[in-house]
């Protein structure tokens, strides 16, 4: 299973952030997994930011919810992430991140290597 | 949210050393769902640990970690120059949230 982010490494304050998330070794359409979303500001911690189920269900850090949108195109094997009404605190290091959704193995045991994102005019 | 802290903030020792790294959650982890991932700069964070004491696949004996409840610990029993790094401790028993991290460094 591998995960390679792309997108934009710039974005004005007020904006949207989107990331899109390529999926190989598996389909972001089988039970297998929940496909997560990660960050990390600069010199800082990480964060969940939420997690798309092949069923279309989605869950959310209840912090960020009400600006994010993770959403899926399964003809591309992709997801997606977006970001809205951003400001400077939303640059980070955007991870990709497939988990099992519950258990004991509900952990992130592989990585994309990540998509810087910086919010600034 | 279940909040975890971290310490220490930095932890400076040499290698061949003993370190322990703790993480407290703000309340109890649900089915001691905690895990461990090392992070070196410029890299993914790795999994180390999960259900708060089973290594992952390929994590050498020397780390281990135990705890349950609140109080969680990773222990490197002999430090290896490569096990510099940052450590992140996180919880999945209710949603999902990492500690801030500690930073081991070469004394």
């Known amino acids: 299973l591998q995960l390679q982010e792309s997108g934009p490494g710039l974005v004005k304050p007020s904006e949207t952030l989107s990331v899109t998330c390529t999926v190989s070794?598996?389909?972001?359409?089988?039970?297998?997994?929940?496909w997560g979303w990660i960050r990390q500001p600069p010199g800082k911690g990480l964060e969940w930011i939420g997690s798309?189920?092949?069923?279309?269900?989605?869950y959310h850090n209840p912090s960020l919810k009400s600006r994010v949108t993770i959403s899926a195109d399964t003809s591309k094997n992709q997801f997606s992430l977006k970001l809205n009404s951003v400001t400077a605190a939303d640059t980070a290091v955007y991870y990709c991140v497939p988990h099992r959704g519950k258990g004991a193995t509900d952990v992130f045991d592989v990585w994309g290597q990540g998509k810087m994102v910086t919010v600034s005019s | 949210e279940i909040v975890l802290t971290q310490s220490p903030g930095t932890l400076s020792l040499s290698p061949g050393e003993r370190a322990t790294l703790s993480c407290r959650a703000s309340q109890n982890v649900g089915g001691n769902y905690l895990a461990w991932y090392q992070q070196k700069p410029g890299q993914a964070p790795r999994l180390l640990i999960y259900?708060?004491?089973t290594r992952a696949t390929g994590i050498p004996d020397r780390f281990s970690a135990s705890g349950s409840g609140t109080d969680f610990t990773l222990t490197i029993s002999r430090l290896e120059p490569e096990d510099f790094a940052v450590y992140h401790c996180?919880?999945?028993?209710?949603?999902?949230?990492f500690g801030q991290g500690t930073k081991l460094e070469i004394k």
């Open positions: 259900g708060a004491s």
């Open positions: 070794g598996d389909s972001i359409s089988s039970s297998n997994y929940y």
């Open positions: 996180q919880q999945h028993g209710n949603s999902y949230t």
């Open positions: 798309l189920y092949y069923s279309g269900s989605t």
